[in-house]
């Protein structure tokens, strides 16, 4: 855990410093006679830090409970229209225990149900600095059991892949004209086809969301004109 929380905070970072590097330096340039002007461009990256509680069906909570996972996001935007990959993952214990290719996961297994998601959406303005997102996209989920030592035994329980879709209200704060901080509260369907994994799991997660945003644009030039 300590391991995953260092490498967000690594990732934070190394946006936070590259945006300051993109965005430093004077809003205006005078060369030769010649003033040049700055201004906000169309191209916009994000990084989103926070929690998700996860609350699978009936079935799926049959074997680990609804749980709370912790959520990196990283996002490239033109105007308003946005790719992002979100990253979630945790540490849960089995509350059954649970056969998957002929081997039976006990309940003393350590399991990180990780969940990947790539979607595309659209950003809505409300009010001032308040934005609405829809989204849809591809939904990967893994399961891994990190203490097979201790338990003496390889467990591979497949990969799945599924649908995600969801809305997500955004507050920013203006730092300056070309970054801001902000707050975010995330709701998203999933389909995950657990189901395919074992018939005693379901086929479907809802997850809540919230946390921190940090985004920068891109500058661009604005005009460029004689001073004499």
């Known amino acids: 855990m300590r391991k995953i929380l260092l490498l967000y905070f690594c990732l934070f970072s190394t946006f936070s410093m590259f945006g300051q590097m993109l965005i430093s330096g004077t809003k205006q340039i005078v060369s030769k006679g010649k003033i040049t002007c700055y201004e906000r461009g169309d191209w916009a ?26 959520l990196a996001g990283l996002e490239i935007s033109r105007n308003r229209v946005f790719l992002a990959a979100d990253f979630r993952v945790f540490t849960v214990n089995p509350v059954k225990e649970l056969s998957i290719n002929d081997k039976v996961i006990p309940l003393e297994a350590k399991v990180n149900p990780g969940k990947i998601n790539l979607i595309a959406g659209y950003e809505f303005d409300l009010l001032r600095k308040t934005t609405l997102s829809t989204y849809a996209g591809w939904l990967n989920s893994v399961f891994y059991v990190i203490n097979e030592d201790q338990l003496g035994e390889k467990y591979t329980i497949p990969s799945k892949q599924g649908f995600t879709c969801g809305i997500r209200l955004n507050q ?51 005009a460029v004109s004689n001073i004499w």
Do not use: C, M
Request: no cysteine; net charge positive; glycine share 10%.
């Open 172 to 222: 920013y704060f203006e730092s300056s004209p070309y970054y801001y901080w902000g707050l975010f509260l995330d709701y998203n369907f999933n389909i995950s086809n657990y189901n395919n994994i074992s018939p005693e799991l379901g086929k479907t997660f809802q997850g809540i969301s919230v946390g921190l945003i940090y985004k920068f644009w891109l500058r661009k030039e604005k």
């Open 45 to 70: 990256f994000r990084v989103n830090l926070g929690g998700t509680y996860l609350a699978y069906d009936t079935k799926t909570t049959q074997w680990i409970n609804n749980h709370g996972v912790v």
